[in-house]
């Protein structure tokens, strides 16, 4: 199966041959025949599954056609409301890098910076609007934007809306859109709050799922570290540098967690910077930036921050804390992996976190490999959790994907520069 072979129109074919996507993941598959025939959809994926082009190629298509057929002036027809401002401005590169040759304008706009610049490209005038749930009902209370015109609607990463407080906004929201417009609903997982305001959003729909084990657990490398409290960090140094050479990110569970993990780096001369809700928008931009060009090798991140990143060849992710929601670490942990691509997944897990990894394994329904010889092995009594015999194939040495990557000094960190990407 070819996105030809799926009807993709000409501009948008030449648009993602450019960016080297032939063969649709699963989720686009499934998802742009449905939204080609104009249905609702409810997608149940994580991140990593591709989900992101499965909703913007078919939303440009259909605009693209409408506009061949029916002049008149610019109004937005679609909106994707997001979570966070990374994946806002994501969603906004894929829209740009699908759509590059379809003559489809699309704009993001995100709290947290002035809004000068995001009004000014609104009077211009925009088909496709990405925003944040804040921003956009304030610039809607203050005239600036109006939903009336709305042909298309997504809502996207719902859980993590519910999760950041988001949900009257979201509702509010919901309650602008004219009745007769195709409606998208995009959520990791379906807790019963989910469901309720996917019913808000969505008419007649038909639903695509894509299982955490079949996105993440056949092609990412998966280990557990067992490691006291207070060692974590001296793993964290060790690992690091094994692999001077990789792309590394980190999960931290707190903000302050995050910050303490930066500063502890900088003392073992490891350069890296931190990713959370705390940081000013031009510092998280900064930050991501410089470890998508290569000028910053380690990012360390909380889940909220996480969501958005997208970096080719990631080789390595590392859970520093384990976290409490099973759900979370196949998020996680599809950082690396994706699409055609292999990668790891490491996790540290001190004795208070054994309950978390136990969740874990239950729902990816598989034994994650312990690596049992380390230079800080917390020996205290644990569950032995694989079976007799199982290691992971690497004990210590995670290299990035890239060829000609498989040795470095820690000289070399900051010197490597890494391509661009785009969210699939």
Known sequence: MTFKDLGIVEPILKALTAEGYTHPTPIQEQSIP????????LGCAQTGTGKTAA?????????????????????IKSLVVTPTRELAIQIGESFSAYG?????KNTVIFGGVKQGSQTKALRNGVDILVATPGRLLDLMNQGFISLRDI?????????????MGFIHDVKKIIAK???????????ATMPPAILELSR????????VSVRPEQATAEKVEQSIYYVSKGNKTKLLVHLLEQNPESSVLVFSRTKHGANKIVKQLNKSDIKSNAIHGNKSQAARQRALGDFKEGKSNVLIATDIAARGIDVEELG???NYDLPNVPETYVHRIGRTGRASASGSAVSFCDREERPYLRDIQKLIDQKI???????????GPHENIVQRGERPRHKQQYHSSKPGNRSGSNSNRNNRRRPNSRNR
Request: charged share 30%; aromatic share 10%.
């Open 200 to 207: 808000k959003l969505l008419g007649d729909f038909e639903k």
């Open 100 to 104: 590059r040759f379809t003559g489809i």
């Open 34 to 41: 449905i939204l080609l025939r104009k249905k609702d959809l």
């Open 177 to 187: 859109l004219p009745p007769q417009r195709q409606s998208l609903f995009f959520s």
């Open 151 to 163: 042909e298309y609607a997504v809502l996207d990463e719902a859980d993590q809306m519910l999760d």
């Open 55 to 75: 909703f913007a190629i078919p939303i440009l298509q259909q605009l693209f056609l409408d506009k061949q057929e029916r002049k008149g002036p610019q109004r």
């Open 316 to 318: 390595l992710v590392i």
């Open 369 to 379: 490999p312990v690596v049992e010889e380390h230079p800080f092995v917390d020996e």
